[in-house]
């Protein structure tokens, strides 16, 4: 098990940036591939971005591509994602997740979660 915790969420205005960060304890980081999911208001949770466990491949959901960047320090046991261009729609509690399995490009068997960090983008 590898324990999350996010950071960086809060209150931004339509065509600003935010940088969520999640810092990882527990197990080795760098066996993980890890994710961000959202989940917006009456809205079932989605998945946004992954990456590789070296952090050299990546995953974008189509909705966000250009305006988000998900990296990755291994030495530190932190993944970030920068949010620019962001845009009401982007309201959501945004979510860490951790899984052993390779597949950075799949949702699933994703196993270790954070608690979230809200995101409200105002228009």
């Known amino acids: 098990q590898v324990q999350l915790v996010e950071s960086g969420g809060g209150l931004v205005q339509a065509g600003g940036s935010l940088r969520l960060s999640c810092a990882a304890s527990?197990?080795?980081?760098?066996?993980?591939?890890m994710g961000w999911f959202r989940q917006g208001p009456g809205k079932e949770r989605e998945f946004v971005s992954g990456?590789?466990?070296?952090?050299?491949?990546?995953y974008y959901v189509e909705s966000v591509k250009g305006r988000f960047t998900i990296s990755r320090d291994n030495a530190k046991n932190r993944v970030y994602l920068q949010m620019s261009s962001l845009k009401p729609e982007d309201t959501a509690a945004y979510y860490c997740?951790?899984?052993?399995?390779?597949?950075?490009?799949?949702?699933?068997?994703?196993?270790?979660w954070g608690q979230g960090t809200q995101v409200t983008v105002s228009s």
């Open positions: 997740a951790a899984k052993s399995h390779y597949n950075y490009e799949s949702s699933r068997l994703y196993d270790n």
């Open positions: 527990g197990r080795t980081f760098s066996n993980y591939v």
């Open positions: 990456i590789s466990r070296s952090g050299s491949s990546t």
